[in-house]
């Protein structure tokens, strides 16, 4: 069982590159979510998408994009990366808005130089 | 802006010892959430709490809602090595709002040495 798979797990990047972080769930869950975490602060949700064709901003949404590729995908984008966005980013899903157990991927590692 | 301020951040006990990690808002959730997170890890769920004054035990750990759902503690007794890790709680906002949003607190380190 995969569950929620992330690619890449690690990534070092220069200055102003861009790249796409991929996340996909195969578990038919209907919401997915962005979060990034760094040291002392938890986990800041970035982005999330409710349901499939929706998405809303989180508490740090400045610098990122997404995209709802269907039910299973949903994609993290930095169009130009800064030295702020480095930081490890997990991905994760869950059955319905509003209740039930958030399922995390293995996180990816981002290093912005 | 929901927060959720969770204390203390870091926590070094010995085995045995008992302890208690706080969650605190001055927002309403419809739920709480607490997670447990190894290094190189996702977060992992422990609990869900949905109903003000709620309490859950899981074996050694105990966990609570306020009765007006703004608060939420997690008590471990005595700690054993197998409890070290990054603690996280989670607050879903609810009602008419209720947008799918979760929101986590800044996590409790706990290191229990033997």
């Known amino acids: 069982n995969a569950g929620v798979t992330q690619t890449p797990k690690f990534q070092v990047l220069k200055t102003g590159q861009s790249m796409t972080l991929q996340c996909a769930q195969d578990m038919n869950h209907n919401s997915m979510y962005w979060y990034r975490q760094d040291p002392g602060m938890g986990l800041r949700l970035i982005y999330y998408s409710a349901s499939e064709g929706t998405t809303d901003k989180g508490e740090v949404p400045n610098g990122y994009n997404v995209s709802r590729l269907n039910k299973r995908e949903f994609s993290l984008r930095l169009e130009s990366a800064a030295p702020s966005q480095t930081s490890v980013y997990f991905c994760?899903?869950?059955?319905?808005?509003?209740?039930?157990?958030?399922?995390f991927g293995e996180g990816s590692r981002l290093t912005v130089l | 802006t929901q927060l959720l301020e969770q204390s203390p951040q870091f926590l070094s006990i010995q085995e045995g010892e008992n302890l208690t990690v706080y969650c605190n808002s001055s927002?309403?959730?419809?739920?709480l959430q607490w997670y447990r997170q190894e290094p190189g890890e996702g977060p992992v769920l422990l609990v869900t709490v949905v109903t003000g004054g709620e309490v859950k035990k899981l074996k050694r750990l105990t966990f609570q809602f306020g009765d007006a759902r703004k608060d939420s503690s997690l008590h471990i007794t005595a700690a054993q090595p197998g409890d070290t890790g990054l603690y996280l709680c989670a607050g879903g906002i609810g009602g008419s709002s209720n947008t799918g949003k979760l929101i986590f607190g800044q996590g409790t380190t706990l290191q229990v040495k033997p």
């Open positions: 927002s309403v959730f419809s739920s």
């Open positions: 994760a899903s869950r059955q319905l808005k509003s209740v039930g157990e958030l399922f």
